[in-house]
């Protein structure tokens, strides 16, 4: 592999002209499709093979109109204090609202009437109208939502409260100002690592070009495809880390190169054979990571993972053709490894020529710190470890649900509509179920449904079970149960699984089938199903990567170890996600106005996602170690090289990569920003307590152990040449076709 990386690098520095223009033409390309792209149609939310599916399948089928899953507003009137709803006055400026909200929209399906919907509180203080729309929230447009914000301004008036839930006020998630200064942080970084503002800006410019490709492409499929809001935000967030570090990393290893006095075309070739490799198996990790999410079977979950895969694929194209390419047109304004450009050396520079006697190198600090570990390695051991199961101890106690409207910022609309709804007719009202019955084949399906209505009336934590409402072909009845404990609590879940047990019972006495679905019976089914893939969905990714890895490094142990540390780094960031979203610890500080539970998603998430990340450190650091290792040195000494020559880098691409995920932390969606603390975290973690302290710990304590592969396993597996040996003698090769200037360029 590392020959034929050579080749294309160098090849990609010669002909950069053509591969500049492919990747523009392909920019170009993506953007024209993303600009007239059709807005996507729906962003469905199925569970395959769930009870709440099965039951929204089953209404779609014999009662469509019931099972409508158009955006839908709640729209909650408040009267001021010592006056009701139900005032005449009051009663008559409401009416008239609805009217409104009626009227307002041709996308507007129905508004009921509080008044003849019984949708007003005990105390006659507060009342709500639910408004229903043709089309889903994504399909809703920007005249739609003004016309529902409009109307309900002119509501405000005498001192009525009128705020507004549901999804038709949902708004695109934004980041704000954090993001960019995520972007900044990675810049300032990388002007440190190099030196030089132009080799700096060559990560940043692969990167936002990778991203710009993958989010374009993501934009101009999401009407085919049904891709969520959600996904471009994801691919954005890894394609900018993972595209700045891939990048970083070749651009390093060519400034290697080059202070060893080679051309630069060969420098080239030689940074994408030995980098470039270590940038590809790294990719293969974090692309198996992200496609094995398929295995959970929730289609939404699936196309996030594959999206993200392709902007990850891209980034790692992008480094092994853009980067030489860049590189070839930079020329000598990208300086070799330990020349300081005038930007932060030249002082320095001009002390040192005035200093007599040259001065041997200082050891750098990766070199120090490695020296330090490789002495002390089980006290650094023990300590890494119980640093990270500290962290990890709040996983014991993680709570798993979906977010609903009670976990927004106080000062939206659509939290104070939650919690004007919770205190005046209860928590339940936020969330209400629906039990689905089919009574097809019963001998008598309206005594059999009032019978079902009665026992769920009759169970703790239910609030209150409507009449029975049929479909024209009266074979499935409906009942709206609303609970007494708020949508996310474990009560209501509890009450779920009670239903369900009852049904059971119900079925084998009559034939009749309930089954219970809505909004929260989904959440729930969705907590469930994502738990009972977890194991399964660990168990192959980390197989997979661990089979990758026994080629990369041609070891068994060095894999194995890369797994465990893995599984310390990722339970630590989890347990630090519950301290914050949870518990609320330093939640003030991250912008986290309501804890509740974790996103559903965010356990398998985290595991995909951080797995595939934290096998590019060590992909990136102990290649290096293997190298010096195969080329010679002892196992003490090939870590500390591993350091020497990659510590710095390594360091620098987490903090980028941390700088990048903290950014998403400033989203105004609640999803998007545990997802960007928790990778930030975790990052963090793995990078400078698994990689950087037991990784050289570890290595250390087995010695040449480390290396050790049976040697049945080690005929039969491909040589994948990581290291760059086939490089050895390719020295001043492809260089005597005439094209010197071209490399002195």
Request: aromatic residues 6%; neutral net charge; proline residues 4%.
């Given at each position: 592999?590392?020959?034929?990386?050579?080749?294309?690098?160098?090849?990609?520095?010669?002909?950069?002209?053509?591969?500049?223009?492919?990747?523009?033409?392909?920019?170009?390309?993506?953007?024209?499709?993303?600009?007239?792209?059709?807005?996507?149609?729906?962003?469905?939310?199925?569970?395959?093979?769930?009870?709440?599916?099965?039951?929204?399948?089953?209404?779609?089928?014999?009662?469509?109109?019931?099972?409508?899953?158009?955006?839908?507003?709640?729209?909650?009137?408040?009267?001021?204090?010592?006056?009701?709803?139900?005032?005449?006055?009051?009663?008559?400026?409401?009416?008239?609202?609805?009217?409104?909200?009626g009227s307002g929209s041709d996308q507007v399906a129905a508004a009921a009437d509080p008044f003849a919907a019984k949708a007003v509180s005990k105390d006659g203080t507060t009342a709500y109208a639910s408004v229903t729309y043709k089309v889903t929230s994504m399909e809703l447009t920007d005249d739609s939502r003004d016309a529902l914000e409009k109307t309900t301004d002119e509501a405000r008036t005498?001192?009525?409260?009128?705020?507004?839930?549901?999804?038709?006020?949902?708004?695109?998630?934004?980041?704000?100002?954090?993001?960019?200064?995520?972007?900044?942080?990675?810049?300032?970084?990388?002007?440190?690592?190099?030196?030089?503002?132009?080799?700096?800006?060559?990560?940043?410019?692969?990167?936002?070009?990778?991203?710009?490709?993958?989010?374009?492409?993501?934009?101009?499929?999401?009407?085919?495809?049904?891709?969520?809001?959600?996904?471009?935000?994801?691919?954005?967030?890894?394609?900018?880390?993972?595209?700045?570090?891939?990048?970083?990393?070749?651009?390093?290893?060519?400034?290697?190169?080059?202070?060893?006095?080679?051309?630069?075309?060969?420098?080239?070739?030689?940074?994408?054979?030995?980098?470039?490799?270590?940038v590809v198996f790294a990719g293969l990790t974090v692309v198996i990571a992200l496609v094995g999410l398929a295995v959970v079977n929730i289609p939404m979950l699936t196309k996030m993972g594959t999206a993200a895969a392709g902007t990850v694929a891209i980034a790692v194209l992008i480094a092994l053709t853009m980067i030489p390419a860049l590189l070839g047109y930079a020329g000598r304004k990208v300086k070799p490894a330990g020349e300081k450009s005038k930007l932060l050396g030249g002082r320095r520079a001009a002390?040192?020529?005035?200093?007599?006697?040259?001065?041997?190198?200082?050891?750098?600090?990766?070199?120090?710190?490695?020296?330090?570990?490789?002495?002390?390695?089980?006290?650094?051991?023990?300590?890494?470890?119980?640093?990270?199961?500290?962290?990890?101890?709040?996983?014991?106690?993680?709570?798993?649900?979906?977010?609903?409207?009670?976990?927004?910022?106080?000062?939206?609309?659509?939290?104070?509509?939650?919690?004007?709804?919770?205190?005046?007719?209860?928590?339940?009202?936020?969330?209400?179920?629906?039990?689905?019955?089919?009574?097809?084949?019963?001998?008598?399906?309206?005594?059999?449904?009032?019978?079902?209505?009665?026992?769920?009336?009759?169970?703790?934590?239910?609030?209150?079970?409507?009449?029975?409402?049929?479909?024209?072909?009266?074979?499935?009845?409906?009942?709206?149960?609303?609970?007494?404990?708020?949508?996310?609590?474990?009560?209501?879940?509890?009450?779920?699984?009670?239903?369900?047990?009852?049904?059971?019972?119900?079925?084998?006495?009559?034939?009749?089938?309930?089954?219970?679905?809505?909004?929260?019976?989904?959440?729930?089914?969705?907590?469930?199903?994502?738990?009972?893939?977890?194991?399964?969905?660990?168990?192959?990714?980390?197989?997979?990567?661990?089979?990758?890895?026994?080629?990369?490094?041609?070891?068994?142990?060095?894999?194995?170890?890369?797994?465990?540390?893995?599984?310390?780094?990722?339970?630590?960031?989890?347990?630090?996600?519950?301290?914050?979203?949870?518990?609320?610890?330093?939640?003030?500080?991250?912008?986290?106005?309501?804890?509740?539970?974790?996103?559903?998603?965010?356990?398998?998430?985290?595991?995909?996602?951080?797995?595939?990340?934290?096998?590019?450190?060590?992909?990136?650091?102990?290649?290096?170690?293997?190298?010096?290792?195969?080329?010679?040195?002892?196992?003490?000494?090939?870590?500390?090289?591993?350091?020497?020559?990659?510590?710095?880098?390594?360091?620098?691409?987490?903090?980028?990569?941390?700088?990048?995920?903290?950014?998403?932390?400033?989203?105004?969606?609640?999803?998007?920003?545990?997802?960007?603390?928790?990778?930030?975290?975790?990052?963090?973690?793995?990078?400078?307590?698994?990689?950087?302290?037991?990784?050289?710990?570890?290595?250390?304590?087995?010695?040449?152990?480390?290396?050790?592969?049976?040697?049945?396993?080690?005929?039969?597996?491909?040589?994948?040449?990581?290291?760059?040996?086939?490089?050895?003698?390719?020295?001043?090769?492809?260089?005597?076709?005439?094209?010197?200037?071209?490399?002195?360029?």
């Amino acid at each position: 592999m590392a020959t034929f990386l050579y080749k294309l690098g160098r090849l990609a520095f010669r002909r950069r002209h053509f591969v500049a223009l492919i990747w523009v033409a392909l920019l170009t390309l993506a953007g024209v499709g993303a600009a007239s792209a059709p807005t996507a149609a729906s962003n469905s939310f199925s569970i395959p093979g769930t009870e709440a599916q099965r039951a929204f399948d089953l209404l779609e089928q014999r009662a469509p109109e019931a099972s409508a899953d158009g955006a839908s507003a709640r729209v909650v009137f408040k009267a001021p204090d010592g006056a009701k709803v139900t005032d005449p006055d009051r009663k008559a400026a409401i009416e008239k609202t609805v009217a409104a909200l009626g009227s307002g929209s041709d996308q507007v399906a129905a508004a009921a009437d509080p008044f003849a919907a019984k949708a007003v509180s005990k105390d006659g203080t507060t009342a709500y109208a639910s408004v229903t729309y043709k089309v889903t929230s994504m399909e809703l447009t920007d005249d739609s939502r003004d016309a529902l914000e409009k109307t309900t301004d002119e509501a405000r008036t005498d001192g009525m409260t009128v705020e507004v839930g549901g999804d038709a006020l949902q708004a695109m998630p934004h980041t704000g100002a954090t993001e960019i200064i995520g972007i900044a942080v990675a810049a300032v970084v990388l002007v440190i690592t190099f030196g030089s503002l132009v080799a700096a800006g060559l990560p940043l410019l692969t990167a936002l070009i990778g991203v710009g490709i993958g989010v374009s492409s993501i934009t101009a499929l999401a009407s085919a495809l049904d891709l969520g809001s959600t996904t471009s935000t994801l691919a954005m967030m890894i394609g900018l880390a993972v595209g700045i570090d891939y990048a970083l990393f070749i651009v390093s290893r060519y400034r290697a190169e080059l202070a060893e006095g080679r051309e630069r075309e060969d420098a080239a070739g030689r940074a994408v054979g030995t980098a470039g490799s270590a940038v590809v198996f790294a990719g293969l990790t974090v692309v198996i990571a992200l496609v094995g999410l398929a295995v959970v079977n929730i289609p939404m979950l699936t196309k996030m993972g594959t999206a993200a895969a392709g902007t990850v694929a891209i980034a790692v194209l992008i480094a092994l053709t853009m980067i030489p390419a860049l590189l070839g047109y930079a020329g000598r304004k990208v300086k070799p490894a330990g020349e300081k450009s005038k930007l932060l050396g030249g002082r320095r520079a001009a002390a040192g020529a005035g200093g007599g006697a040259e001065r041997p190198a200082k050891e750098n600090l990766g070199t120090r710190w490695a020296r330090f570990v490789v002495r002390r390695p089980v006290a650094v051991l023990l300590l890494g470890v119980l640093g990270l199961g500290a962290a990890a101890v709040p996983v014991a106690q993680l709570e798993l649900g979906l977010p609903d409207d009670g976990a927004q910022p106080t000062s939206t609309t659509q939290r104070k509509a939650y919690d004007l709804i919770a205190d005046n007719f209860g928590p339940g009202f936020n969330g209400p179920l629906m039990t689905v019955t089919d009574l097809k084949g019963v001998d008598d399906p309206k005594g059999e449904a009032a019978a079902v209505q009665k026992k769920i009336a009759g169970m703790d934590d239910v609030l209150s079970a409507s009449p029975p409402q049929f479909n024209k072909a009266g074979d499935t009845a409906m009942i709206t149960v609303v609970p007494s404990s708020k949508p996310s609590g474990t009560e209501t879940e509890d009450l779920v699984h009670a239903i369900r047990a009852e049904a059971k019972d119900v079925k084998a006495d009559s034939g009749a089938d309930v089954m219970v679905t809505g909004s929260t019976a989904m959440n729930i089914d969705v907590s469930q199903k994502l738990n009972d893939a977890l194991l399964p969905y660990l168990a192959l990714v980390v197989g997979l990567a661990f089979l990758l890895l026994i080629v990369v490094f041609r070891s068994i142990l060095v894999p194995l170890k890369a797994a465990l540390g893995f599984l310390l780094s990722v339970l630590a960031a989890l347990g630090a996600v519950v301290a914050v979203f949870q518990w609320g610890w330093l939640g003030s500080l991250f912008g986290v106005e309501q804890t509740g539970p974790i996103m559903s998603m965010m356990p398998i998430f985290m595991v995909g996602v951080v797995f595939g990340l934290a096998m590019d450190y060590e992909v990136f650091l102990v290649t290096r170690m293997r190298e010096a290792y195969v080329h010679g040195e002892s196992p003490h000494e090939a870590i500390v090289t591993g350091f020497k020559h990659g510590a710095r880098v390594v360091s620098a691409a987490a903090v980028i990569m941390i700088a990048v995920f903290a950014g998403f932390i400033g989203s105004s969606e609640q999803m998007v920003k545990m997802i960007g603390f928790g990778l930030a975290i975790a990052v963090f973690f793995d990078a400078f307590i698994v990689r950087m302290a037991l990784v050289p710990a570890v290595l250390a304590l087995l010695g040449r152990k480390a290396w050790w592969l049976p040697k049945w396993l080690d005929r039969t597996m491909p040589n994948v040449d990581v290291e760059g040996e086939g490089l050895r003698d390719t020295a001043g090769q492809g260089d005597s076709d005439g094209k010197r200037e071209l490399v002195n360029a």
